[in-house]
C-alpha cells in the first residue's frame, strides 16, 4: 500500500500528468499485465457492457486502445462514443477513474500499431470475427488455416474492421485507500480552460 496521503494540494494540476506519475509507478511494480484496464460501454438505450481491454499509448491527447470495430464494445462505441475506464491496482491501493467519449484513431496510427503485434496476433485478427457466435472451435480453426496461407511468405495486412480508439476524458478520479477507510478521491472535471479540482467523500 501507499503511504503517501492524496490531497488536493499534492496532486498535479493537471490531470495527465498525475495519471503519468501513477502509472509509472504502477508499471514499475512488477504486476503480470500492467497495462490492463477496464472499459464500460453503452448501447445507446443504456444497456452496459465492462470488459478488460490493454491500454496502448496515452498523452493529453487521451487513451488508446485497440480492437475489432464490429466487436460489441466498437459498435458500441460508434452508435454512443460515451466511454468510461476503470484502471484497479489492488497492489497499491489505487485506482483511476476516467471518463469520456472515444472516437477512432487513424489509419495510419492503427497501421503502425498493427505491424508491432506478434504474427500470429495479427492472423487472429483476420480470423476472428470478434463478438459474432460461432458454429465450434473448429469455424475459428478452419478460418485461421485460411488467413495463414493467405498470407505466406508476406507482411500481414490490417484489416479494414481492425483498428484504435482514443478516450478523450472529460472526468478524472484518483482513489487512493486508506486503512480507517476514510478512502481518498480526488476528482478533475473539466472547465472552459482549466481542470477543477475537488474532493469527493469515501
Known sequence: MINVKLSEDSVNQNPFLQFDIW??????????????VSLGTSTTDGKVSVRTVLLKEYSENGFVFFTNYNSK????????????????????GRQIR???VAEKVSAE????????????????AWASQ???????????????????????GRNVDRPPHWGGFRILPSRFEFWQNDNKRLHDRIVY???NKEWIIRRLAP
Not at 508499471?27 to 499485465?33: A, K, Q, Y
Not at 464494445?73 to 497499491?92: D, R
Request: proline residues 5%; contains cysteine; aromatic residues 12%.
Open 98 to 100: 476516467i471518463e469520456g
Open 73 to 92: 464494445k466498437g459498435l458500441q462505441l460508434t452508435e454512443n462514443p460515451n466511454a468510461a475506464m476503470l484502471f484497479y491496482w489492488n497492489e497499491s
Open 130 to 152: 470478434q463478438s459474432s457466435v460461432v458454429p465450434g472451435r473448429h469455424h475459428l480453426e478452419e478460418r485461421h488455416d485460411y488467413y495463414t496461407k493467405m498470407f505466406a
Open 189 to 191: 472535471t473539466k472547465g
Open 23 to 36: 502509472y509509472k509507478e504502477h508499471l514499475s511494480s512488477g504486476v503480470d499485465i500492467p497495462d490492463a
Open 109 to 124: 496510427v492503427s497501421d503502425l500499431y498493427f505491424c508491432t503485434r506478434p504474427r500470429e496476433s495479427q492472423l487472429s
